[in-house]
């Protein structure tokens, strides 16, 4: 899995604190994605990024922030988050932002928010 | 909007015979569909896609039927060996619209 990367793999944290999720794909993709994955829930789409540029926030909560800085790398921003909020982040890159464009996923991160 | 949703939440196979997990869909418009496969600590990976325009396709080992008469769709795995063991997730899409993913099916293959 060395075409998109997610650091951490995992992560504990309290309700009071900031982190950050990173991703990165070494694809030549134009666009990036970030889900969450809870247990018996379908992937839930949070944001897309084309060319940098967002292009859908599906209804996230702003305590999830995302930064884009390059087609490359793409972070999750972290703050006053709540247990439910626990699940496995998963990112992904494809070409550009359609749905017949193969999305490749990385490993995830798992979050335990306590 | 959507639903993406699968008949079973899991299946175990013998391993050598063949696995068939299935598919509803409920957006009849959707005209691209794709499997993908999750493993225990990774990411989903793609299988196979199909679009709307044909019934069958055929990988390796792997088939992906289409029946868009009753919107459903099943992915057919030959001969199913222990590193099949994972979730399979089915998606659809409009061609350029954002993928909309079904819960999954644990498959289990008893060696």
């Known amino acids: 899995e060395t075409g998109v990367t997610q650091t951490p793999r995992h992560l504990v944290m309290g309700m009071t604190n900031k982190k950050s999720l990173k991703c990165e794909q070494h694809l030549g993709h134009n666009a990036m994605y970030w889900y969450k994955q809870s247990a018996k829930k379908p992937l839930e789409l949070m944001f897309v990024?084309?060319?940098?540029?967002?292009?859908e926030n599906n209804s996230v909560p702003s305590r999830f922030s995302p930064e884009c800085p390059n087609s490359s790398h793409l972070f999750l921003h972290l703050h006053t988050l709540q247990p439910e909020d626990s699940a496995l982040y998963l990112c992904?890159?494809?070409?550009?932002?359609?749905?017949?464009?193969?999305?490749?996923f990385g490993p995830g991160t798992r979050l335990t928010v306590l | 909007g959507e639903s993406v949703g699968l008949h079973l939440p899991t299946l175990s196979v013998q391993e050598g015979d063949n696995s068939i997990i299935n598919c509803a869909y409920s957006?009849?418009?959707?005209?691209?569909f794709i499997w993908y496969k999750q493993e225990s600590g990774k990411g989903p990976q793609f299988i196979i896609d199909i679009r709307s325009n044909m019934d069958k396709r055929q990988g390796q080992r792997v088939t992906v039927l289409l029946n868009k008469t009753v919107k459903h769709l099943s992915l057919q795995i030959a001969a199913t060996q222990p590193g099949d063991s994972a979730v399979y997730f089915c998606?659809?899409?409009?061609?350029?619209?954002?993928?909309?993913f079904g819960t999954g099916t644990r498959l289990t293959v008893i060696p």
């Open positions: 998606a659809e899409t409009l061609w350029a619209n954002n993928l909309f």
């Open positions: 992904a890159s494809s070409q550009e932002n359609r749905g017949a464009d193969t999305q490749y």
């Open positions: 957006n009849s418009a959707s005209d691209y």
């Open positions: 990024y084309n060319f940098k540029e967002q292009t």
